[in-house]
């Protein structure tokens, strides 16, 4: 299956000359566009709330082909980039962008390339978490009250600050027991948490 993957911003854009250069090219490789992936939304979105994570990588299988214009379609963050890509390579999904000519697959580059990705992105992940736990002892040292009140009942849950980091995470295809161990809980109150927040 070969993807054509187009986004643009706003609604006022339009996603005819990514389509136009995307049909060229794949007439001048011989190649045929077996569906579109369409979208105008902001690349700040994550993935799991665009058509890039509910159709593009939900669907796309080993052996599949996706084409887009160039590789910053994906997301407007280095880091949502990376995990993107690296969600595909690791899944033998090929991305072949025009204009910045990336051609990633199978081949030993691109493996190496989705290991570079994951471990960027895992270094990412720590930075944000040790700059969570120095804000949280900055506020706790000023006196700052965290967490409930005594006596109030809780209207959210130990991990509901972390809501949408996790679900990026799980649609990127990262182990909840790895997700578990970097939010510094059990595999199943993770696993609770995923219930509470996927079938709410």
């Known amino acids: 299956m070969v993807y054509g993957y187009i986004r643009v911003s706003t609604a006022h854009q339009n996603l005819e000359n990514q389509q136009l250069e995307i049909e060229k090219f794949a007439r001048q490789n011989g190649i045929i566009i077996d569906k579109w ?3 105008k939304i902001s690349g700040t979105k994550r993935p799991e709330t665009r058509k890039l994570g509910k159709e593009l990588m939900m ?4 052996g599949d082909l996706i084409i887009c214009t160039e590789i910053s379609r994906f997301g ?3 880091i949502m980039i990376m995990n ?3 969600y595909f390579l690791e899944r033998n999904i090929k991305v072949w962008t ?5 051609r990633l697959g ?4 691109s493996k190496v390339l989705a290991f570079a990705f994951g471990l960027s ?15 949280l002892q900055r506020a706790r040292l000023d006196g700052k009250h965290i967490g409930r009140r005594a006596g109030r009942k809780s209207d959210s849950y130990k991990l509901s600050p972390y809501d949408d980091y996790i679900k990026q995470q799980i649609i990127i295809g990262r182990s ?25």
């Open 37 to 39: 992936i369409e979208e």
């Open 59 to 62: 669907q796309s299988k080993e």
């Open 76 to 78: 407007r963050s280095l």
């Open 84 to 86: 993107v890509l690296q």
């Open 98 to 102: 025009i204009k910045d000519n990336y």
């Open 106 to 109: 199978d081949d030993i580059q």
């Open 121 to 135: 992105a895992e270094i990412e992940r720590q930075l944000i978490s040790e700059r969570t736990k120095q804000g």
């Open 176 to 200: 909840k027991r790895s997700l578990a161990a970097e939010l510094g809980v059990s595999w199943i109150t993770l696993n609770k948490h995923l219930a509470r927040i996927f079938f709410k």
